[in-house]
């Protein structure tokens, strides 16, 4: 079960990047504590978490601002996570142990009857769960924790692209990919099947990001 402080973060983090909290938005902490019906103390975790993916800045008068990422520092925080995710499933496919390997498959398997009933915030919970198992399956926790790190400042966006149609399908379809390469130690497959699946989770980030400026725009 998430926390009371996730909950707020992931309420807020979808606010923002739909477009219904606009940059300079000032985060009212009691205000947020009454809407959630909670104290201050889960709301300035929620807005401290949030802090880490570079949606909201602290003022020099502790104030919690909205300051959405540009275009451009996203494309360059999207392409150093491909990097990392591309290097994970590689050194995966080659450390995985066999009880990993099982046990990935079975998450993986798992996950396509979320995608048969649409259930997309599951999905998104698990598609994290997914990509944490090939970060652990490396063997090194350096690299585990610099991805999962880099990770958390795209988590917004990288569940927001599932809003996009048809996205919960082809998701699972390049996650496939991913699966059958690791679980034939095929290296070299992995790590193009994991370059592929960033890209295209950039791209489907973009169409929303695109359409939900268009609806703005009206």
Same mark, same amino acid.
């Given at each position: 079960m998430p926390t009371n402080a996730e909950i707020i973060r992931d309420?807020?983090?979808?606010?923002?990047?739909?477009? @219904?909290? $606009?940059?300079?938005?000032?985060? @009212?902490?009691?205000?947020?504590?009454a809407e959630f019906n909670v104290s201050r103390t889960p709301v300035r975790e929620a807005l401290r978490k949030l802090g880490v993916?570079?949606?909201?800045?602290q003022s020099s008068h502790r104030?919690?601002?909205?300051?959405k990422p540009d275009d451009q520092e996203l494309a360059n925080i999207f392409f150093v996570m491909a990097q990392l995710e591309t290097m994970c499933a590689? !050194?995966?496919?080659?450390?995985?142990?066999?009880?990993?390997?099982?046990?990935? !498959?079975?998450?993986?398997?798992?996950?396509?009857?979320?995608?048969?009933?649409g259930a997309g915030e599951d999905y998104?919970?698990?598609? $994290?769960?997914?990509?944490?198992?090939?970060?652990?399956?490396?063997?090194?926790?350096y690299l585990a924790e610099l991805t999962f790190n880099t990770r958390l400042r795209l988590q917004p966006f990288r569940r927001a692209q599932f809003a996009t149609p048809?996205?919960?399908?082809?998701?699972?379809? $390049?996650?496939?990919?991913v699966v059958e390469a690791i679980?034939?130690? @095929?290296? @070299?497959?992995? $790590?193009r099947a994991m !370059?592929?699946?960033?890209?295209?989770?950039?791209?489907?980030?973009?169409?929303?990001?695109?359409?939900? !400026?268009?609806e703005l725009a009206i």
């Open positions: 309420e807020v983090a979808r606010r923002i990047v739909s477009g @219904d909290l $606009e940059p300079g938005t000032v985060l @009212d902490e009691t205000r947020l504590a993916t570079g949606l909201v800045v104030r919690t601002i909205v300051a590689g !050194q995966s496919a080659l450390q995985m142990s066999v009880k990993q390997r099982r046990d990935f !498959q079975i998450l993986h398997d798992e996950m396509a009857s979320l995608v048969r009933c998104a919970l698990a598609n $994290e769960a997914f990509h944490s198992a090939i970060y652990e399956g490396t063997g090194n926790a048809g996205r919960l399908a082809a998701s699972h379809a $390049e996650h496939s990919a679980i034939r130690a @095929d290296r @070299d497959t992995a $790590e !370059q592929a699946h960033i890209g295209y989770v950039e791209g489907a980030w973009k169409r929303f990001s695109n359409r939900i !400026q268009e």
